[in-house]
């Protein structure tokens, strides 16, 4: 009788360890089940990382980082393939409209010792940086022979952010003491070889560049420059010297093709 009681016993104990073993086996179940439907919790964050995964080291990451690609400002490409002007070359002169409604030539300027051509536009933050600069450089240097001659390689027609109206309205909240032209069918940039906006083609008296490239060493802030490319070519002329250096990689905006 004890025996068979020991047996009823046992065979309990082991039936209740099987139930219980097996119950949190499905609650397991159910929760992994439930967590995979629900997706990441509130903050949008797994545990392991935002895609579920174990978080791999920065080395690791693949594509552009995070907040935004990583094109760079600088020209790329070398004189040679871009196929516009080079140092030396002769430019030849152009007739554009000026947002006061007026054609504008480089012959217009008289007495002229060199030329400042800068291909700009509205719309491109680099170019934006650079506007009091390019003000206060035509400022000092044009009573000197070497007047400011802005171009927006990137004009649409009248209507849109690089159209006409919009130049002119840029034009007259700078103040600009310059002219500000339209390159209508966008004929003028690829005889210069302008690829960013802005890009700097500094001229002497006979119109042969002297200098191509960028205006400074530091596009974000006037106050942090080290290097003012631009206006130490100038000097340079000034002097009769050749510009050293005579070509830097502009810093801008990729100038579009419409």
């Known amino acids: 009788m004890k025996k068979t009681s020991l ?43 935002p895609d579920g995964h174990p978080p791999k080291e920065h080395g690791d990451r693949k594509g552009p980082p995070p907040g935004g690609g990583n094109h760079s400002p600088e020209q790329t490409k070398t004189l040679e393939e871009i196929g516009g002007y080079k140092i030396g ?15 504008f030539s480089l012959s217009n300027i008289k007495n002229a010792k060199g030329y400042i051509v800068v291909f700009t536009c509205n719309e491109c933050p680099f170019a934006k ?17 070497y007047s400011v001659v802005t171009i927006n390689p990137n004009y649409s027609g009248e209507e849109g952010k690089e159209g006409f109206i919009a130049m002119q309205e840029r034009a007259k909240e700078k103040s600009f003491p310059f002219v500000y032209l339209a390159d209508e069918g966008q004929k003028i940039f690829p005889q210069y070889g302008a690829v960013r906006t802005p890009h700097v083609f500094l001229l002497d008296a006979d119109k042969k560049v002297q200098y191509i490239g960028t205006i400074d060493d530091n596009a974000k802030s006037a106050e942090d420059v080290k290097v003012k490319f631009l206006e130490n070519a100038i000097n340079a002329l000034e002097k009769g010297e050749k510009p050293s250096p005579n070509f830097t990689k502009a810093i801008g905006c990729p100038v579009k093709a419409i």
């Open 7 to 49: 047996l009823i016993a046992v065979f309990f104990l082991t039936a209740s360890i099987f139930i219980s073993c097996k119950k949190e086996k499905t609650e397991n179940q159910e929760k992994t089940t439930t967590e995979k439907h629900q997706g990441p919790p509130p903050n949008g964050e797994h545990p392991g990382g």
């Open 89 to 103: 070359d002769v430019a030849t002169d152009f007739n554009l409209k000026n947002v006061d409604g007026t054609m």
């Open 129 to 145: 940086m650079y506007e009091d600069r390019l003000i206060a450089i035509h400022n000092e240097y044009a009573p000197k022979g």
